[in-house]
Structure formats: structure tokens, C-alpha cells
């Protein structure tokens, strides 16, 4: 099974200023139809899971230009440009490379300081 | 407008049964695979289950082979996850979500296994 490693666990940030979370997966992404199967997904508090981002860097419709996903192979990135209030939440890497199963990350917390 | 609502979720003592559903609608059910994610209290996400358009291919995580079924009624738009022998351990929220990369999701339903 591939193992999603996020970090950090809980991420404090000040309103305005950028965040970033680290996804790393225990094997390559990459598929070999050339698309690479990581996702993105918010929890706001008390709401259900919302989906942000698809293979690594595409932003669902609705979502703000603020959030960004990079990366490829076993190591990605999802960037806030700018944290709002609306952010906080806890953000889910996924992968649907290699399955079964589909594996989640642990989790990131995303809080205002 | 996608819209999914699950139902089914309580109260069940350990090795108990609960039938959940999960009504579709705003796209085209029939032609989209379906999979059931959980979340324990105070947890992460965990993908329970998956089932393709017609049906004919299913998949589980390991911890729930042999207690849960997953299926699907595309005549009525309805997913549905079976769960028998029920633990403590299967307690929490039932999710489900549109396609193999989960692009929308129910609002949830709350199983609680206990004695």
C-alpha cells in the first residue's frame, strides 16, 4: 500500500501571510498513462471534505487562486498564497495512483495565530 | 447542482447491522463510480469502499473484507454499504463520494457501535 506522509501535523499562520504543506508518498505518483493521481482536499470545521486540487495542480471550479498545488513523483506541495480566515481547517493529501486501496495523508490543522 | 445524502447511520452494539445509503443527484449516476469514505471522532479520512459504474468491480479495505458490501441501484440513483458484524472500531462518520478521485461529497451519516 502507498504510505502519504504530511507535514507539518498543525500549521499556525497569520492572516495574510502564506502557508505550506508537504505531501510525500511512499512510492512514484506518477502513472503510466502520464497522469499523476495525488488530490487535495479541505475540511473546514464541522463540514464535510471538499475537494481543491486534482493531479497535483489542477483547482476545482469555485476554488480561490490563492491555493496552489505543485510537485511530482513521491514529494508535493499545497501552498496558500495568502491565509484568509475561511482556511482554517484541516487539508488532506490523497493519492489514486496505485490502488487498492486510496490513501489519505494524516492531516494538517491549519489554524490562525 | 450535485447533491448526495446519505441516511441509515445509529446506534448498534458491537456485532450488530446498518444498511446505509446515499441518494445521487446533478450527474450522471449511472455512468460514475461511487466509494464510501469514514472518519472516527477526531480522526482522519479513511476510504472504506469503491464500486464501478455497472457494478461488476468492487473493492474494500482490508479491515472491512467479509463484514461490509458495498452496491448500487442505478435505476434509483442509491449507493449502498451493507455493514455486518459491526466493531467498536467502525464507529464514526460514513461519507460517501462521486468517482475514483472523490471530486463531491454527502453531507455524512453517524454510526456509533457500542454496548
Known amino acids: 500500500d502507498v504510505v502519504m506522509t504530511q507535514s507539518p501535523l498543525s500549521l499556525p499562520v497569520t492572516l495574510g501571510q502564506p502557508a505550506s504543506i508537504s505531501c510525500r508518498s511512499s512510492?512514484?505518483?506518477?502513472?503510466?498513462?502520464?497522469?499523476?493521481?495525488l488530490n487535495w482536499f479541505q475540511q473546514r470545521p464541522g463540514q464535510s471534505p471538499r475537494r481543491l486540487i486534482y493531479?497535483?495542480?489542477k483547482r476545482d471550479s469555485g476554488v480561490p487562486d490563492r491555493f496552489s498545488g505543485s510537485g511530482s513523483g513521491t514529494d508535493f506541495t499545497l501552498k496558500i498564497s495568502r491565509v484568509e480566515a475561511e482556511d482554517v481547517g484541516v487539508y488532506y493529501c490523497?493519492?489514486?495512483?496505485?490502488?487498492?486501496?486510496?490513501?489519505f495523508g494524516q492531516g494538517t490543522r491549519v489554524e490562525i495565530k | 447542482e450535485v447533491h448526495l445524502v446519505e441516511s441509515g447511520g445509529g446506534l448498534v452494539q458491537p456485532g450488530g447491522s446498518l444498511r446505509l445509503s446515499c441518494v445521487a443527484s446533478?450527474?450522471?449516476?449511472?455512468?460514475?463510480?461511487m466509494t464510501w469514505v469514514r472518519q472516527a471522532p477526531g480522526k482522519g479520512l479513511e476510504w472504506v469502499a469503491i464500486?464501478?459504474?455497472?457494478?461488476?468491480?468492487?473493492y474494500q479495505v482490508d479491515s472491512v473484507k467479509g463484514r461490509f458490501t458495498i452496491s448500487r441501484d442505478n435505476a434509483k440513483n442509491s449507493l449502498y454499504l451493507q455493514m455486518n458484524n459491526l466493531r467498536v472500531e467502525d464507529t464514526a462518520v460514513y461519507y460517501c463520494?462521486?468517482?475514483?478521485?472523490?471530486?463531491?461529497w454527502g453531507q455524512g451519516t453517524l454510526v456509533t457501535v457500542s454496548s
Open positions: 463520494a462521486t468517482g475514483s478521485d472523490f471530486w463531491s
Open positions: 446533478g450527474f450522471s449516476f449511472s455512468r460514475t463510480w
Open positions: 464500486i464501478k459504474e455497472n457494478g461488476g468491480e468492487k
Open positions: 512510492q512514484s505518483l506518477a502513472h503510466r498513462d502520464g497522469h499523476t493521481y
Open positions: 493531479e497535483v495542480s
Open positions: 490523497m493519492q489514486h495512483t496505485h490502488w487498492p486501496p486510496w490513501t
